[in-house]
C-alpha cells in the first residue's frame, strides 16, 4: 500500500517567513497602495500618566519628521525626530529649553519618521527580520539595526500588530519597554490604526487613548526645527 503524503505529491507546505507576516499585516490595515500614498499622518490623542489625563498630540511627515507634544501638569514635553537627528525639551528632567538628543535616545527612537516604524521600512534602512518560533497566538518578528532589537508581536487571526517590545535608555540605565496596542479603527483614509497604546516603561506606564487620526494634513517642515539652532 502506497501512502500519499503532502510531500509526495509536491504540495509540502512552504514555511512562512518573517516578509510573509509583515506582507499580510501590511494587507491587514489597509495594503500596499494604500500605504505608500500616505505623506503625513496627524494624531490627537489623550495620555494618562501618574492618575491625570492630559493633551497629547504626534505629527509624522513620512521619511522627514515626527513630533511628539503632551501638555502634562502645565508643562510641555516635546519630542522630536528627523531624519538627521533628534532633541527635546523636557521640564521634567531639569531643562525648559530644547537640547539635543543623546544618541542612543535618538537611535531608539528614529524609526518613527516612518509608517510602521522599522517594521515596514527595514529593507530600505538596512535592518534583518526573523521571524522567531510562535508565541502563544503571535507571530513575533525581530527586527534587528547593529545592536538594538526590536520585536514586533502580530496576531495570527487578524494580522494586526498588538505588541511592541524594545529596550531604551533611561537616566543612562537600558530599560525593557513594552507598546501595547488595540482598538484598532479605520480612519477617512482608509487603513486601520490603532486608537488605544500602552507603554511600560517599568518604573512608570503611559496610556494615550486616540481622538482623531488625520492623514496627509499639510504639514510645515519648520516644527521639526529645534528651537534657536
Known amino acids: 500500500m502506497v501512502l500519499l503524503t503532502a510531500v509526495s505529491l509536491g504540495f509540502a507546505a512552504k514555511a512562512q517567513t518573517a516578509d510573509d507576516i509583515i506582507g499580510k499585516y501590511v494587507d491587514a490595515i489597509g495594503g500596499k497602495d494604500k500605504l505608500a500614498q500616505i505623506k503625513s499622518v496627524y494624531t490627537e490623542a489623550t495620555v494618562s500618566v501618574m492618575g491625570s489625563d492630559n493633551p497629547a498630540s504626534t505629527t509624522v511627515l513620512v521619511g522627514k519628521g515626527y513630533r511628539s507634544e503632551a501638555d502634562i501638569q502645565g508643562s510641555k514635553i516635546v519630542q522630536v525626530y528627523t531624519d538627521k537627528g533628534g532633541w527635546a525639551i523636557n521640564p521634567f528632567a531639569g531643562g525648559t529649553d530644547a ?44 527586527i534587528t539595526d547593529g545592536k538594538r532589537v526590536t520585536t514586533y508581536f502580530i496576531d495570527a487571526s487578524s494580522y494586526l500588530l498588538n505588541k511592541i517590545t524594545s529596550t531604551a535608555s533611561m537616566q543612562g540605565q537600558d530599560t525593557n519597554v513594552v507598546t501595547t496596542l488595540s482598538n484598532y479603527q479605520k480612519t477617512d483614509f482608509g487603513y486601520l490604526a490603532a486608537y488605544k497604546i500602552d507603554v511600560d516603561l517599568g518604573q512608570f506606564q503611559l496610556g494615550y487613548v486616540v481622538k482623531s487620526v488625520t492623514v496627509n494634513k499639510d504639514i510645515d517642515p519648520k516644527i521639526f526645527d529645534m528651537p534657536g539652532k
Do not use: C, F, H, R
Open 99 to 142: 537640547a539635543p538628543m543623546p544618541d542612543d535616545q535618538y537611535q531608539a527612537g528614529k524609526d518613527a519618521i516612518w509608517v510602521g516604524a522599522s517594521l515596514l521600512n527595514y529593507k530600505a534602512a538596512g535592518y534583518t527580520a526573523e521571524l522567531l518560533p510562535k508565541d502563544g497566538n503571535n507571530y513575533p518578528v525581530k
